[in-house]
């Protein structure tokens, strides 16, 4: 089952290691996926008809033997020239300079060689060659450039409700065995929340994560964080009170990607943690409401944050509460009401439809259709997108004594999706 799923699901061939991994992924509730850049059948078998250079065109026209054709324009070419004199391959970067670039340039001489490799000589003289499966990877057409973007940014997500089976992980085995630590990040990105089990209950194991992925993102409250009751709180979570669904940070102009929250302590009663999966709800309120869905994709809310911690702080930001793309889906969610600003800067009447907007959406957010109960046991670690699910926290009784306890932690997704795709290179042996 597991095997027809990622080919029906990537069109790809599924290497012998991807099929091991999907094998052992069955209690992830086919959250374990990768496309596989390399396999497609048309780049393992890239192989050139012929090729030439049209007459008053500026381009490069390439037919495969597969009967498929490519066109490449010639400044791209020249641009991506892979010699060593315009292109510094131990750090996979181009030498060559922009001003130094002829936008109008075409091909002198276009030769094919063994039916796997292009020169081109230009009029300067300068000759570049390019390979043809990286010529096939690097296509115009909308079908491979979808394919490329795919499996360079993995955007597929898988969407849930109250009906999620949680998916868990062994903290030891995502720490020390590459196959689970990229299995665990393939997860979180189409997920969007996995559960470490298994760490030890003190303080310092998100310290360890930070290392499995490169490093953690420093902020106003350190390079880690303690939730727990305090006295003179400089945070609503470190109260004992309920948190509604919110995403952490909205007021900084980046908010971090993902977050770690390890139980170190937990109480007998209350504390249960809640999560939402924002895009869902999202979507949900799109085709119910579209004016609202435009209200919250349009309007700047502004975010406030004041306080001391690893350092003292004044934090203003704008944020819309649902930011979209180019098709008006939803990329990341900004809602955060205890630091949502009491300076609201827009015109006096479009302030109650913004508020009847937002309430529609936390309507659909704290429906019993759409948010997951859990309760974190010593030991747990929950790993979710800070973009995209939304957290809360039921309420617990203070006593003389820290009842409830955890530690937090911010990556970034640069940093996570950078470890993946590492790990993806190392599991897979592919670039």
Not at 131 to 160: G, I, N, T, V
Not at 175 to 180: L, Q
Not at 271 to 292: M, R, T, W, Y
Not at 352 to 380: C, I, M, Q, V, W
């Amino acid at each position: 089952m597991w095997r027809l799923a990622a080919r029906v699901l990537l069109g790809t061939k599924v290497h012998p290691l991807t099929q091991r991994l999907l094998a052992g992924a069955a209690n992830l509730q086919c959250c374990w996926w990768g496309t596989v850049r390399g396999t497609h059948t048309g780049y393992m078998s890239a192989g050139i008809w012929k090729v030439e250079a049209p007459d008053a065109e500026h381009l490069i026209r390439v037919q495969w033997e597969d009967g498929s054709e490519s066109c490449y324009p010639c400044v791209w070419l020249r641009d991506n020239c892979q010699c060593p004199h315009c292109f510094l391959h131990s750090a996979k970067a181009r030498k060559l300079l922009f001003e130094d670039l002829d936008v109008d340039i075409v091909a002198k001489k276009v030769t094919l060689t063994d039916r796997k490799k292009v020169s081109i000589t230009w009029p300067d003289e300068h000759t570049s060659e390019y390979e043809a499966e990286w010529l096939k990877k690097r296509c115009f057409s909308e079908a491979a450039r979808a394919e490329m973007q795919e499996d360079l940014f993995l955007p597929e997500h898988q969407y849930w409700g109250s009906d999620l089976q949680l998916p868990k992980m062994p903290f030891e085995e995502i720490i020390y065995d590459d196959e689970s630590a990229y299995k665990w990040l393939c997860t979180l990105k189409k997920m969007g929340v996995v559960l470490l089990t298994g760490a030890a209950a003190r303080q310092g194991e998100l310290v360890k994560l930070g290392h499995r992925i490169g490093f953690l993102r420093l902020t106003f409250y350190g390079p880690t964080w303690q939730v727990q009751d305090k006295a003179d709180a400089n945070n609503v979570a470190y109260t004992t009170g309920k948190l509604c669904f919110h995403t952490d940070y909205p007021v900084l102009q980046h908010p971090p990607g993902v977050q770690f929250l390890h139980c170190i302590k937990q109480t007998a009663t209350g504390g249960e943690s809640e999560i939402v999966d924002g895009f869902h709800a999202a979507n949900k309120l799109k085709h119910q409401n579209p004016q609202a869905y435009q209200i919250l994709t349009s309007t700047a809310v502004d975010y406030t944050d004041v306080g001391v911690d690893y350092c003292d702080f004044a934090v203003q930001g704008k944020q819309r509460i649902i930011d979209v793309d180019y098709r008006g889906q939803a990329i990341r969610i900004n809602f955060n009401n205890a630091t949502r600003d009491t300076v609201f800067d827009i015109p006096a009447e479009e302030v109650r439809p913004f508020y009847a907007a937002l309430k529609e959406f936390s309507d659909l957010l704290n429906s019993t259709e759409h948010k997951f109960t859990y309760k974190l046991k010593p030991g747990d670690i929950v790993t979710f997108d800070n973009w995209r699910v939304l957290h809360g926290r039921k309420s617990y009784q203070s006593g003389s004594e820290v009842t409830r306890h955890l530690e937090g932690a911010y990556a970034d997704w640069d940093v996570v999706m950078s470890r993946l795709r590492v790990l993806r290179k190392r599991v897979l042996n592919r670039d």
